[in-house]
């Protein structure tokens, strides 16, 4: 197959991505002087920027390379991705669960865990949750190595080593500070670098009437064929869609996995952190512009004869992933070129980035001040976060090439986050709301439901059941049964915490007085003008979010 | 320190300066092989766009500080 050939000016836009982001690692080292510096940015950060980290952090290039094939491969049914399945949860987060989080002081989410709950149910969420992005970090270090093999030629082992080197030595030198900087420049990075084959795209269809005027009916809706899971491509009813992915996997991602949640705990107050994931809401919504119509705009001149336009095959295989690199193979002169290239290397770096400052947190305060080494000096701990996140990515480039030798592990990764996330945001969600459940409860009710997405993915891989019993449908998509499995991993764990609640030793409530809701003061208003409150966004980013879903319905 | 938005406006900057001069190179010397729609010329107002947004972000940040 055709590679990019990248010129003169290509390899010098990226040098300049590569001068920049080891320029502000070495820059901000000097701004980092303790551990509230290291691991949370010194809480300093404006809403805006840490909002649009938190965005970032969870904007990858695995992210945009495969939504725009599943848009390809599904239609417009992956907005809900966007749209159903993630604004409400963003909403949710900064209205009701940050106040807990933030006014709490904590440094993670496990961290919340020990002060609701004990030190046990931190450490199972920790453990977990550091295991999680070791494996995340990692195979989304060979995804990329995958992609620069394909598209550029390059060297497997050049490319995992160039990027985690450059990723260990900013995150290493200066923490959460420097991900968020970069985060933030990749941001720009990807709107600039790939919204123009979105635009030239449209431009050669002859516009978005023509782009939905050529694709199947049931590609260009997003509730309308919900109703018989026959009826659309990604084979799930709306009950699935809502309870799956709008309920449990958005909710427990977006609350609960400390990747993103880490970016509102470096705002400078409680209001900025609240505002942190709605401000994030309104571009995220905007993200489809880019994955959906470019996915849809890629089907249309698939399906026109003598457009030239057509999907890799690996071993008879359609491979979705390459819709976005052959689109910007096809309209991109030298130059942007390098700017495509950059900004599909930012998403990697910044998602690996991203990964690893959230597991150097974890890992230094959960696992290691809470078991190892209970009194552990500012100093140490920094020096424990900078020597974690050199581990961290060693660990990632193992899992990378343990990837390469499996490269099926690249399809579980959506099933990853249901192990540990869908359980957890029912643990919180109890934790934060009832004040009668009790550590035991919480406990078990985490391992267990952990523990009930695992055999359910195993049950499901080896054939021990038919997935139709889990989907409640006979048609069921791989993408059905990760978000009902996601749905039964949640309704377990929040069942047997509530019974084992009942049963066991409850907390004294003086202790539970900011992290749950009843014994903890209103969130202060002190004269704020409405329309600058959290609360005011909020209701505007749902506004939009019904508009949209109506509009496409 | 300098707010990050100075950072971005300047690498904004740098990097719509190299796209925009690749265009206008390739609008006076045009490539044999060209891609779709080479002749929108995407290279000359993309750059452009990027290097305003850029300059934008620049001029409007380059003496702020942040603590």
């Given at each position: 197959m055709?590679t990019?050939t ?5 390899w010098?836009?990226?040098a ?7 320029g502000l ?19 300093k ?15 990858g ?11 390809y ?7 809900h991705?966007?749209w ?12 009701y ?25 931190r ?7 550091g295991?999680?992005t ?5 195979i989304?270090?060979y ?6 093999r ?14 985690a ?7 290493t ?15 720009f990075l990807?709107?600039f670098?790939l ?5 030239l795209g ?25 109703g ?9 009813t ?16 977006w609350?609960?996995d ?10 400078k107050?409680l ?7 709605i ?5 995220k ?17 698939a399906?026109?004869?003598g ?10 295989k359609?491979?979705?992933?390459s819709?976005?690199p ?28 991203g990964?690893?400052?959230?597991f ?18 500012d100093?140490n ?25 499996f490269p ?9 986050f249901?192990?540990?996330n ?10 934060m ?5 009790t ?15 695992i055999?359910m ?17 006979s048609?069921?998509?791989?993408m ?6 996601a ?19 409850k907390?004294?409530r003086?202790e ?14 002190d ?13 505007l ?9 109506v509009?496409?319905w | 320190?300098?707010?990050?938005w ?9 990097t719509?300066?190299?796209v925009l ?7 006076i010397?045009p490539p044999?092989?060209?891609t ?17 947004s850029?300059?934008l972000?620049?001029?409007v940040?380059r003496k702020?500080?942040?603590?």
């Open positions: 055709a990019f990248l010129s003169i000016v290509d010098l836009i990226l300049i991505y590569f001068a920049f982001i080891l690692g070495y820059y901000l080292k000097r701004f980092t002087k303790s551990q509230e510096d290291y691991f949370l940015a010194g809480r950060n404006s809403a805006w920027v840490a909002g649009i980290a938190f965005l970032s952090a969870n904007l290039a695995l992210e945009l390379l495969g939504m725009t094939g599943n848009t491969k599904y239609g417009m049914y992956v907005a991705f966007y159903v399945g993630a604004v409400p949860a963003m909403l949710f987060l900064g209205l669960m940050m106040p807990f989080y933030y006014s709490s002081r904590i440094h993670s989410v496990p961290g919340y865990l020990k002060l609701r709950f004990d030190e046990r149910t450490v199972l969420n920790g453990i977990a949750f295991v999680m070791l494996l995340v970090s990692g989304n270090l995804a990329m190595a995958l992609v620069l394909t598209f550029l030629g390059w060297d497997w082992n050049v490319s995992i080593i160039v990027s080197a450059t990723v260990a030595f900013y995150v030198l200066s923490g959460l500070m420097s991900a968020i900087f970069t985060e933030i420049i990749q941001f990807i709107w670098g919204f123009l084959v979105t635009i449209i431009v050669e269809v002859g516009g978005v009437d023509q782009v939905l005027k050529n694709i199947p009916a049931s590609f260009g809706t997003l509730w309308s064929t919900s018989d899971a026959s009826q659309n491509g990604m084979e799930i709306w009950a699935g869609i809502v309870l799956g992915l709008g309920f449990v996997l958005s909710f427990g991602y609350t609960t400390f990747l993103v949640v880490q970016r509102a705990f470096s705002a107050n209001r900025a952190a609240r505002m942190t994931p401000i994030a809401s309104f571009p919504m905007a993200v489809p512009v880019i994955v959906v119509l470019t996915g849809l705009v890629a089907l249309v001149l399906k026109t004869p457009s030239g336009f057509a999907l890799l095959q690996d071993g008879g359609i491979n979705y992933d819709t976005l052959l689109l910007i193979m096809r309209y991109y002169p030298h130059g942007l070129v390098g700017l495509g290239v950059s900004a599909l290397l930012a998403g990697f770096m910044a998602g690996q980035a990964n690893i400052s959230a150097n947190t974890v890992w230094t305060y959960d696992v290691y001040r809470a078991i190892i080494n209970k009194n552990a000096s100093a701990l920094m020096w424990v976060g900078r020597i974690s996140t050199v581990v961290g990515v060693c660990l990632s480039v193992v899992t990378a090439y343990w990837a390469m030798g099926s592990i690249m399809d579980y990764m959506q099933a990853i249901s192990w540990v869908a359980p957890l945001f029912a643990t919180m969600l109890l934790g709301f009832v004040v009668w459940i550590p035991a409860g919480a406990f078990w009710g985490l391992l267990v439901g952990m523990g009930t997405s055999t993915f195993l049950a499901v891989k080896f054939q021990w059941i038919d997935p139709a019993r889990i989907t409640l449908s048609a069921a998509s791989d059905a049964v990760n978000f009902w499995r749905w039964w991993a949640w309704l377990v764990c929040f069942v047997t915490t509530i019974i084992i609640s009942l049963f066991t030793k907390k004294p003086e539970l007085i900011g992290l749950v809701k009843g014994l903890t003061p209103e969130t202060a208003r004269g704020i003008p409405f329309m600058k409150r959290p609360e005011f966004y909020a209701i980013s749902a506004i939009v979010l019904v508009i949209l879903n509009y496409f | 320190m300098k707010p990050i100075y950072f971005v406006g300047l690498f904004l900057t740098v719509g300066l190299v001069a690749s265009g206008i190179y390739d609008l010397n044999v092989e060209k779709v729609l080479a002749n929108l010329h995407a290279g000359v107002w993309w750059g452009g766009i990027i290097l305003l850029g300059l972000f620049y001029v940040n702020k500080t942040v603590e």
